[in-house]
């Protein structure tokens, strides 16, 4: 089965500090791997996805994230935070080898807050 | 403007009430894909639809039933609510189902809340 984990609930950092997402997840074939970024009362935005092919991914609005075969994990990351980067970030995964379905599996969701 | 249109945006009912939910996918996409998210529960799939035929389930209650029409809308029946139906229901399209190269992702809608009082 697949699954996505995302570790904290909630990341804090100061506008201008980089910042990082944490994003595992588990499937049995070769992953597909997205970032969505959810601002209240919206429905989700895509960030970028990881497919096959370089490790490191970049995405819309300063965002990348770097694919890690060996520890499972898709970290999202930004060089400088922004205030407006405040959001509900969810990563999601779908194993490219299950021809039965093609949904998503979302995480729970990380709550980033940037302060100024 | 997304491009994936749900209605209604805000729906209130009481429980025991039966509601449908409606989707209209993203011109030319063909895949249709249901979630619910709830505050306890995360973003929980409950059901694909590719071309008018159901293509995967995942948690979906027996309570709920979709569908998606010729014209490729889509539409999510909830029946005999409960309190804890209360949640965001959100529509995705994608082009196709998302085999080998084409896996773009997905388009979402903005949700219809439901309320159940």
């Known amino acids: 089965a697949q699954s996505v984990a995302q570790p904290e609930d909630q990341v804090n950092v100061a506008e201008g500090n980089p910042l990082t997402v944490k994003c595992t997840y588990s499937?049995?074939?070769?992953?597909?791997l997205f970032w969505y970024v959810q601002y209240p009362n919206r429905g989700l935005q895509f960030l970028l996805k990881?497919?096959?092919?370089?490790?490191l991914v970049k995405g819309s609005y300063g965002f990348e994230a770097e694919f890690n075969k060996s520890q499972t994990s898709f970290h999202l990351k930004k060089p400088s935070a922004l205030v407006s980067d405040s959001a509900l970030y969810f990563c999601?995964?779908?194993?490219?080898?299950?021809?039965?379905?093609?949904?998503?599996?979302f995480g729970k969701g990380t709550t980033l807050s940037v302060s100024s | 403007d997304s491009g994936v249109t749900q209605t209604p945006k805000h729906l209130i009912t009481a429980t025991g009430q039966r509601v449908t939910l409606r989707c209209s996918p993203r011109?030319?996409?063909?895949?249709v894909y249901w979630y619910q998210q709830s505050l306890d529960q995360g973003l929980q799939f409950l059901i694909q639809?590719?071309?008018?035929?159901?293509?995967a389930k995942g948690n979906i209650l027996e309570r709920f039933s979709a569908q998606q029409f010729p014209d490729l809308h889509s539409e999510l029946n909830l029946s005999s609510l409960e309190l804890g139906d209360s949640a965001l229901y959100f529509c995705?399209?994608?082009?196709?189902?998302?085999?080998?190269?084409?896996?773009?992702?997905?388009?979402f809608g903005s949700g219809t809340r439901l309320t159940v009082v």
């Open positions: 995705a399209s994608s082009e196709r189902p998302m085999t080998g190269r084409y896996s773009y992702g997905y388009t």
């Open positions: 499937v049995s074939g070769n992953p597909y």
């Open positions: 990881y497919i096959t092919g370089d490790n």
């Open positions: 999601a995964v779908r194993d490219s080898g299950n021809q039965a379905g093609t949904a998503l599996i």
């Open positions: 011109s030319g996409d063909l895949s």
């Open positions: 639809y590719y071309n008018g035929e159901e293509r």
